[in-house]
């Protein structure tokens, strides 16, 4: 199985910071017929279920806002929040969705606002 | 606008079964998409488990592959996880969700969770 590693597994930001985490994959996310990389991000508020927020490392789900930043390829991937919010306060998850199952998901990095 | 909803016994005792089912709204489970299971342990770890997709094929988690099984009912646009032989180890949030192959599979919506607490 593919081991996704997120670090760090938290944070504390003021509101207006730029946030960035990381999310580093044990083989390539890369699929070399498409050039795309088998990655999302996902945000989960406490007490909510997972909702996605970035796939294929880079593209923005709809209504997402745009502060949120996916990018790496390879194995090396980061999710940046341009300037937080306080509704940011959540966890975040990575995935790899790349190839034939089983879906991996990293342990997640715990966001908190000061 | 699509929504999936768990449901299930929230208590199994060890060594039973362990059967949820999610109802899906808004879009034909038959239509498109893979249909998944997910799980959530205590401390937040996430493990997918397996998914049915439009067609009818499934997949699951190696680590689990002796104890799953993943169905559909199409005329009642719902479909079902039974996870055999359960032990306190399977306490957990499951979540059902869709993914979506446009989005490389990446899962776009996702139900609410049950809880399922597995004591004797």
């Known amino acids: 199985d593919i081991v996704m590693t997120q670090s760090p597994s938290s944070l504390a930001m003021s509101v207006g910071q730029k946030v960035t985490m990381s999310c580093k994959s044990s083989q390539s996310l890369l699929n070399s017929s498409n050039q795309k990389n088998y990655l999302a991000w996902y945000q989960q508020k406490p007490g909510q279920s997972p909702k996605l927020l970035v796939y294929f490392a880079s593209t923005r789900e709809s209504g997402v806002p745009d502060r949120f930043i996916g990018s790496g390829s390879g194995t090396d991937f980061t999710l940046t929040i341009s300037s937080v919010q306080a509704e940011d306060l959540a966890d975040y998850f990575c995935?790899?969705?790349?190839?034939?199952?089983?879906?991996?998901f990293g342990g997640g990095t715990k966001l908190e606002i000061k | 606008d699509v929504q999936l909803q768990e449901s299930g016994p929230g208590l199994v005792k060890p060594s039973q079964s362990l059967s949820l089912t999610c109802t899906v709204t808004?879009?034909?489970?038959?239509?498109?998409?893979?249909w998944n299971w997910i799980r959530q342990f205590p401390g937040n770890k996430l493990e997918w488990m397996g998914y049915i997709s439009y067609s009818g094929s499934t997949s699951y988690n190696p680590s689990l592959k002796s104890r799953i099984s993943i169905t559909r009912d199409t005329s009642k646009n719902q479909f079902f996880l039974q996870l055999n032989s359960v032990t306190t180890e399977d306490t957990a949030t499951y979540y059902c969700?869709?993914?979506?192959?446009?989005?490389?599979?990446?899962?776009?919506?996702w139900g609410q969770g049950t809880s399922v607490t597995v004591s004797s």
């Open positions: 969700a869709r993914a979506y192959y446009g989005k490389g599979y990446a899962m776009d919506y």
């Open positions: 995935q790899q969705h790349y190839s034939t199952p089983p879906w991996t």
């Open positions: 808004g879009y034909s489970i038959t239509s498109d998409y893979a």
